[in-house]
């Protein structure tokens, strides 16, 4: 397999909430170690979360601690969020789009595109995908029910 072969994951979920709030929560990097179970730190380097807005990201995921200095690309509140590499182990792309439903809540549509060469070894692609995907699943729920108690307790 060729090192520059792109893992895509894709998964949707719906959050309590607004997309304005929904993506308030998501779209801050600062707010990944709340919600993001692999997520172990976060430094904004440009202030504010904002298109062009830069920051450091650690994981701890399948065992291994990966540091990361991400770009957010696009940064339309309540609408889009997306963001890429700068620079790590290997590249990735997320987005995160915004949907409002007829009740008030949200669903947001979750896209994360790697290139993770040969950093997982001889892992299959398949298995990397099921691993982020499943990531995402856990996280959101976490976060859904997060965001269900702050609703109920204003």
Not at 93 to 118: K, L, Q, R, S
Not at 131 to 146: E, H, I, P, W
Request: charged fraction near 25%.
């Amino acid at each position: 397999m060729a090192a520059t072969e792109v893992v895509k994951a894709e998964y949707a979920f719906r959050l309590p909430v607004t997309p304005k709030e929904a993506f308030a929560q998501i779209s801050d990097p600062a707010q990944d170690p709340v919600w993001q179970a692999a997520c172990v730190d976060v430094k904004l380097l440009d202030g504010e979360p904002r298109p062009g807005g830069r920051y450091e990201i650690t994981f701890q995921l399948i065992g291994k601690r990966m540091e990361f200095t991400v770009e957010i690309s696009e940064f339309e509140p309540g609408r889009r969020s997306k963001f890429h590499t700068l620079q790590g182990p290997f590249h990735y792309v997320g987005t995160y789009d915004y949907a409002e439903n007829e009740d008030g809540t949200t669903t947001v549509h979750w896209t994360f595109e790697v290139e993770p060469g040969d950093y997982f070894g001889i892992m299959p692609k398949s298995l990397l995908r099921k691993v982020l995907v499943n990531s995402v699943k856990k996280d959101s729920g976490k976060l859904a029910t997060q965001l269900g108690q702050g609703a109920r307790n204003r």
